[in-house]
T-cell receptor
Framework: QQPVQSPQAVILREGEDAVINCSSS?????VHWYRQKHGEAPVFLMI?????EQKGHEKISASFNEKKQQSSLYLTASQLSYSGTYFC???????????FGAGTQVVVTP | GAVVSQHPSWVICKSGTSVKIECRSL??????MFWYRQFPKQSLMLMAT?????????EQGVEKDKFLINHASLTLSTLTVTSAHPEDSSFYIC?????????????FGPGTRLTVL
């Protein structure tokens, strides 16, 4: 039931864009995106609930496809502070239990 | 808002001893708390789900007699690693969920790094 995340890692120059994907074999109740920096706890970015939904905060946005089996996280005009490991957490039901993908390590260089 | 604390931040113990880790929601009442374990460069693996006043629900493969969870109040859950061994060394992270609504997500504590010698 663990979602599949891709790519495993991406290296960007400041100002470049990247896309991280999170896929499930089953329709999901929701998708939660987090970013974790080394040695720290994951920090919540956003939650998507509805098929076809898109939302964002500043230059980080995410989408949830109509079938609710795939979500993508978009890093636009990346900044050095975007470096970290990004995890998607997925819910099958509404009881709040999340299964996390393996993570995508993002390194943004000057 | 939505701050979760964990104590201690790190602990080193001898094999065979027990270690207690506390997880507190500081500015909200958590209906549910979750405990995760994370090995280096790996994902977060859910260990158990804890609801206040009831027994924790453990994920498959997690020994409930080894990882004791107590959810004493809406702001405090504890994880006790009993008879710890070197293979239990890991980063333990708790999270707390404020409500039961669709938009309620989990907020994570800063984690506890356990090293068993």
């Amino acid at each position: 039931q663990q979602p599949v995340q891709s790519p495993q890692a991406v290296i960007l120059r400041e100002g470049e864009d990247a896309v991280i994907n999170c896929s499930s074999s089953k329709a999901l109740y929701s998708v939660h995106w987090y970013r974790q920096k080394h040695g720290e706890a994951p920090v919540f970015l956003m939650i998507l609930l509805k098929g076809g939904e898109q939302k964002g905060h500043e230059k980080i946005s995410a989408s949830f496809n109509e079938k609710k089996q795939q979500s993508s996280l978009y890093l636009t005009a990346s900044q050095l502070s975007y470096s970290g490991t990004y995890f998607c957490g997925t819910e099958i039901g509404s009881w709040g239990k999340l299964q996390f993908g393996a993570g995508t390590q993002v390194v943004v260089t000057p | 808002g939505a701050v979760v604390s964990q104590h201690p931040s790190w602990v080193i113990c001898k094999s065979g001893t027990s270690v207690k880790i506390e997880c507190r929601s500081l500015d909200f009442q958590a209906t549910t708390m979750f405990w995760y374990r994370q090995f280096p460069k790996q994902s977060l693996m859910l260990m158990a789900t804890s609801n206040e006043g009831s027994k924790a629900t453990y994920e498959q493969g997690v020994e409930k007699d080894k990882f004791l969870i107590n959810h004493a109040s809406l702001t405090l859950s504890t994880l006790t690693v009993t008879s710890a061994h070197p293979e239990d060394s890991s980063f333990y992270i708790c999270s707390a969920r404020a409500g039961t609504g669709d938009t309620d997500t989990q907020y994570f504590g800063p984690g506890t790094r356990l090293t068993v010698l």
